[in-house]
């Protein structure tokens, strides 16, 4: 037994930690999680029996719970998490199974000029729809991503964040706002780093190895930001802003103080600066099919078809981004690099910056890491709001209690039906 925890307190733990290995590994055997866990296997089969009881668990067989090579597997349908993510370019609303497959997307694009008050009552009516379409008791719990700058403030305990670009979003506390209207707790973290955490935890890398360090790159729109994992852990700072990279200076000469952005990371490499160099030199390319009102992704678009306007505009915004990755690289040292789905996901656009990486950094270090895309289908800032959910409500012993009380609430239920018929 672990000092100071008694017996109670070890038996919630291990409950668990079985389902934790369950839900992370898909079936297996008593044998295999007793092994992988090092629990005893009368204490796995006590374990086992219980959550039969509570109707969350499967069994690979007919009549035959007592066999030693069966396969045991979660059965969570109807139980759900949520994740909720805001930036300058739109709102998103993804319904999550409890074993993270995507049930419900919502997505709404925000316009230039749209009231941001407009906007948040906006998200609000959509996430209580959909809290009351899947039921707030079903709903384990629910994460809102917000963009950098995102400082946890230890004077009074409150949670800030300033958009660069997108002033209106501070006008507003939105994170209270959703927890009023949807009546449940909502968690809060950078998008970056959940983002991160969710690249982590599904990186062929990391499966290898544990203690493998990865940063994912993003730039949502104008800014730039990161989310930084070193051993399964997520990088956060003494107030939180680990991984601000889009604020590191790379040109000294460039207009810059607290609130001006030129000179910065974000400002040369951030997305939208592949507007700002198609437009410095629209006029040397008659024959582009751009125009002034173009946008990123009609210069993305026009970047796939070779147009040598949008080859100049995007290269450039690759070599900027290369030159920044060198600093990263030196500061960090990370294994694995990985850039968002907000740059052009071409083998060109990817080679240029790896050139440019290779121009600064030294060939010993530079052969050691690897840069890549995303191998992940869906927005990863979204699943790594499921995964900060599920982290919560293992750190705190929550998960099987709130899970008990769904299943006896449909216990309840079908009791009720029966009885009426």
């Known amino acids: 037994m672990i000092k100071g925890m008694n017996s109670s307190e070890m038996q919630k733990n291990n409950r668990t930690l079985v389902f934790k290995t369950l839900l992370e590994c898909g079936s297996m055997t008593r044998t295999e999680l007793a092994a992988g866990i090092g629990l005893q296997k009368a204490t796995i089969t006590n374990i086992i029996n219980e959550f039969l009881e509570m109707g ?33 370019k739109d709102y998103q609303i993804e319904i999550f199974s409890l074993d993270g497959k995507q049930i419900k997307h919502v997505r709404h694009q925000i316009r230039k000029y749209e009231d941001i008050h407009r906007v948040v009552t906006g998200l609000k009516e959509r996430a209580l729809e959909l809290v009351n379409q899947f039921g707030k008791q079903n709903i384990l719990g629910i994460c ?24 209106q979003l501070s006008q507003v506390d939105i994170h209270r706002e959703l927890e009023e209207a949807l009546g449940v707790p909502v968690l809060m973290k950078h998008d970056a780093k959940l983002a991160a955490y969710a690249e982590w935890r599904n990186a062929k890398e990391a499966k ?9 790159i993003r730039s949502r729109g104008f800014g730039i930001g990161a989310g930084i994992v070193i051993n399964g852990k997520i990088v956060e700072g003494q107030v939180g802003i680990a991984g601000e990279i889009g604020r590191m200076g790379i040109n000294y000469n460039g207009k810059r103080n607290q609130d001006e952005c030129m000179g910065t990371f974000e400002y040369y490499a951030g997305t939208e600066s592949a507007v700002r160099y198609m437009l410095e030199r629209l006029y040397e390319f008659p024959d582009s099919v751009l125009d002034e009102d173009s946008t990123y992704t009609d210069i993305v678009e026009a970047y796939q078809k070779r147009d040598p306007l949008a080859v100049y505009a995007i290269e450039k915004m690759a070599w900027m981004l290369g030159y920044g990755i060198a600093n990263i690289v030196y500061m960090i040292n990370p294994d694995c690099i990985i850039l968002g789905p907000d740059y052009p996901e071409m083998e060109c656009f990817l080679e240029k910056v790896r050139q440019v990486v290779k121009q600064f950094v030294h060939p010993l270090v530079e052969e050691s890491i690897t840069i890549r895309y995303s191998a992940l289908s869906e927005d990863s800032f979204l699943l790594g709001g499921y995964y900060h959910v599920l982290e919560a409500l293992f750190k705190e012993n929550l998960i099987l209690e709130k899970i008990r009380h769904i299943t006896e609430e449909d216990i309840l239920e079908e009791t009720a039906g029966k009885t009426v018929g």
């Not at 009549?63 to 805001?86: C, H, P, Q, V």
């Not at 950098?148 to 964040?161: E, H, N, P, S």
């Open 56 to 88: 969350i668990i499967a069994i690979d067989g007919d009549g035959a719970a007592g066999r030693r090579g069966e396969n045991i597997y979660l059965k969570l349908d109807g139980i759900y998490t949520m994740s909720i993510g805001i930036t300058r």
């Open 144 to 167: 809102l991503a917000v963009p950098g700058l995102y400082i946890r403030r230890k004077t009074d305990g409150k949670d800030m964040f300033q958009v660069a670009e997108f002033a």
């Open 208 to 216: 290898e190895d544990k203690n493998v360090s990865l940063i994912v």
